[in-house]
């Protein structure tokens, strides 16, 4: 892929770092941004990168958006309406270009192409149904062998997790929930175990807002994870936070973010747990070897809200050093504004590497943005 070469993107320099960015200009839809960090959007070729798409006010970032994808070879872009999706569900099977999503009630695939067809994957089953049908997946992910979909569907005032045979369109529940627990990821080596986040929510009757448990010390109880056959176990945090969970490439170990202190990383084996990058409080993505993290930060001190100003810097764990990526990106909504679709930056490596993806809003809208890796490793170096 060669970024300079295509019509569909332009060039951005931050006026502070001096990184440069490739913003997706050419629009399919007036709102187009990067997938939740959790999930690459772009193939392991370079070929295929898929973004979201929203037509405000249409839809929000549980129901309505859409999927569009960037062709780097024949340089073409194409909007897909029928890939309406719940929450962050879509998944990009890296090897092919194809996407997976859920909607109210099915998983679905289709490939990259205009001529590709849609494909049904499975149903959600009558048996699960006993509440109104809030989410089927957070966000899809493979099991290590790619014969299995993860999903953690809420339903009513109960979770339900588990997976989803590829092959028959069975769903397989592990353990169910009297709360909130969502994020569900397959470990990328292990099919029989997934990370998991419990999290806050609103009573469906009553209306009543439920928080994180906590532990005695006053530690969230955030972090889950569920082996296949046995009940889910809690994996506290260092200090008291923890949010915005991943497992490493080598699935060695977990990543989260504590807001106060930076990226944490878990060491499976041993339990050991130790602070790998400082300059990551709000999202974050590790690289496949685990010396570089790129992360998104609130910019000023109007704090956070959806939309509010942000900023993209990149660690490199070797020498200890950072660039921005973005200095500090403007915030298009306000607190009594707020966006409705989640337009964090959400940066991610993708590409086995070679290049960042996230959301941006520099041009005064919510974009697209593609940036170098080798670049920002010179520029830690």
Not at 232 to 245: F, G, L, Q, R
Not at 288 to 311: Q, S
Not at 316 to 335: G, H, Q, Y
Request: net charge positive; glycine share 6%.
């Amino acid at each position: 892929m060669i970024l300079e070469a295509s019509k569909k993107f332009k060039p951005w320099e931050d006026p502070q770092s001096g990184v440069s960015s490739y913003i997706l200009v050419e629009r399919v839809a007036p709102l187009q941004q990067s997938f939740y960090f959790v999930n690459p959007s772009m193939t392991n070729d370079g070929r295929y990168l898929w973004f979201y798409c929203a037509f405000p006010p249409a839809g929000d970032a549980n129901y309505g958006r859409t999927l569009g994808v960037v062709d780097f070879y024949k340089d073409k872009i194409h909007h897909y309406p029928e890939t309406q999706f719940l929450d962050a569900s879509p998944m990009v099977d890296l090897d092919t270009g194809d996407v997976y999503w859920c909607n109210k009630s099915d998983v679905w695939k289709r490939g990259p192409g205009k001529e590709d067809r849609l494909q049904h994957i499975a149903k959600f089953p009558d048996g699960l149904k006993k509440g109104a049908i809030h989410r089927i997946a957070t966000h899809l992910t493979y099991s290590a062998d790619k014969t299995e979909l993860c999903f953690d569907a809420e339903v009513g005032n109960r979770s339900y997790v588990g997976s989803i045979s590829l092959k028959t369109g069975n769903f397989l529940l592990w353990q169910q929930f009297h709360r909130c627990y969502n994020h569900a990821q397959f470990n990328p080596c292990d099919p029989n175990l997934m990370l998991l986040a419990q999290d806050y929510f609103f009573d469906k009757v009553a209306g009543r807002r439920y928080g994180i448990e906590r532990d005695k010390e006053g530690r969230l109880k955030r972090m889950w994870v569920l082996q296949r056959g046995k009940p889910a176990v809690s994996i506290m945090p260092k200090w008291k936070s923890a949010s915005h969970e991943w497992w490493s490439a080598d699935g060695k170990f977990i990543y989260y973010i504590d807001s106060k202190r930076g990226t944490v990383r878990v060491n499976m084996k041993t339990g050991e747990k130790i602070l790998v990058n400082p300059y990551g409080r709000w999202h974050g993505h590790s690289s496949r070897d685990n010396h570089y993290f790129v992360a998104d930060n609130i910019a000023d001190e109007n704090g956070f809200f959806r939309g509010c100003a942000a900023n993209v810097n990149f660690f490199n764990r070797r020498t200890r050093r950072k660039v921005n990526i973005v200095t500090k990106a403007p915030a298009l909504s306000s607190r009594g504004n707020r966006s409705v679709y989640h337009v964090d930056p959400h940066p991610q490596f993708v590409c086995n590497d070679k290049y960042i993806v996230y959301t941006t809003s520099v041009l005064g809208r919510i974009d697209v943005a593609v940036v170098k890796t080798k670049e920002l490793i010179a520029a830690t170096s």
